[in-house]
């Protein structure tokens, strides 16, 4: 499907250049002369490279079709992670490497959206929001300033984080899974 350079949003799949790539950036600039523009930061998904252009506001570009299914995370082996579609019990397998770090915030039944593209998996994305467990973390120091609050620690599924002083190990807290980064302690 064809849409307009202005159209293009940060997480979307354009086919471009002969390759699938996903929109990491955008900015929609208006210079004083001259037309419109948008500057676009892409990756590869296939090739894990990544490419700044520059399209014209009249210029179309390529949206791939992607289907997005809901699965079930069931297990994992050396190589693979293992989907379930819950209404059609028919499971899927992904590489380890699609996933790399985040694959660590899997969970059982933890409910993922995975996109197809031509009957071949490229995306696993997972909620917004994971609640995890702190396994340790260094004790807060007294006297130090807020603008350097925040302190080391690693999750029950060994992820290393930041987080503010007032956690303590065993605490619950919820990390942002696109970000892997501290939200807030339950």
């Not at 990544?50 to 299914?69: C, D, G, H, P, Q």
């Not at 933890?110 to 696993?124: G, H, K, P, Q, R």
Request: some cysteine.
């Amino acid at each position: 499907m064809k849409i307009n350079a202005g159209e293009i949003r940060v997480g979307m799949l354009l086919e471009y250049k002969n390759d699938l790539w996903q929109v990491l950036k955008t900015q929609h600039v208006k210079p004083g002369k001259g037309g419109a523009f948008a500057q676009i930061e892409m990756k590869s998904i296939n090739k894990n490279t990544k490419l700044n252009e520059r399209f014209r506001s009249s210029e179309t570009v390529e949206k791939a079709s992607i289907e997005e299914t809901k699965y079930n995370y069931l297990y994992t082996d050396e190589k693979n992670f293992f989907f379930m579609e819950p209404k059609s019990f028919e499971q899927v397998e992904i590489k380890k490497e699609l996933l790399g770090e985040k694959g660590k915030l899997l969970k059982e039944s933890l409910e993922v959206t995975i996109s197809f593209y031509n009957n071949n998996a490229i995306l696993v994305d997972l909620p917004n929001q994971i609640t995890c467990k702190i396994k340790n973390t260094d004790a807060a120091l007294k006297g130090q300033t807020v603008s350097s609050s925040y302190k080391p620690a690693t999750l029950e599924n060994d992820i290393n984080i930041q987080v503010p002083p007032f956690v303590e190990s065993d605490d619950e807290v919820i990390i942002d899974t696109r970000t892997l980064e501290y939200v807030k302690k339950i």
